[in-house]
């Protein structure tokens, strides 16, 4: 027997109260939802601790190199700023960086042609990268206190770049079009090398007949000698002496 309209309505109305009491899971969807938002504000917070450092770094960077080209042109601030500026925009090797620091010292007047490329011959017979040819010429430019300042700006660009770089470096090397970049700045990195050497060692370092003998010798040492640099320097020293 089915009921009157009066009855359906309030079968329907108990329905709908027994299922909003025993049936509603809005309360197990709301958990959820907030464990799921729970989730992804974690990763943002986890997203956030590890890219901000690296944002940090690069804004550095760049407010950094925009600050060394406001430094005054002498003193520490213009040493720092000289220095800073031959690190951060110097690609693809320490040689690269060679006319880079002449801008910065012999230009200047700070440093003689002669002792710059003195200080050269001595970082390459150092072991280490070729920048710490910074410390000989600040201590040339300001002594001790020029050194420390001058080793400290030419390293700072690449670390910051280093460590801004990191966490999307994984993600840029494989695109192709970042790879297709890099090939081209490599290439170019080897044009930069020849540029350096032949302005930088074939005309400032050759200044008389003598000197080329002496250059050939120190290559053949280093080449079909295998001789060490220290050696190949002294050797040098010895026949710029003589000569």
Known sequence: MLPDTGGQVLILVIGGV?????LDDSGLVRHREQRRLARELEDAKRELRLHFPALFCLAL????LLASFLAPGSGPWGLAGAFYRA???????GHVVLPLLRDAVVVPGWVSPQLFLAGYGAAQAMPGPLFTVAAFLGTITAGYQGAAIATAAIFLPGLLIAAGALPYWQQLRTRPHIAAVMKG???SVVGLLGAAFVNLLTLSAIRSPWDLPVAAGALMLLTAGRAKPILVVAFCAAAGAVV
């Not at 960077?61 to 950094?64: E, R, V, Y």
């Not at 690190?87 to 090797?93: I, M, R």
């Open 87 to 93: 690190g951060a925009l110097v690609f693809g090797g």
């Open 18 to 22: 027994i299922g909003w009491l025993a």
């Open 61 to 64: 960077f760049g407010l950094l």
């Open 185 to 187: 700045l490599n290439a």
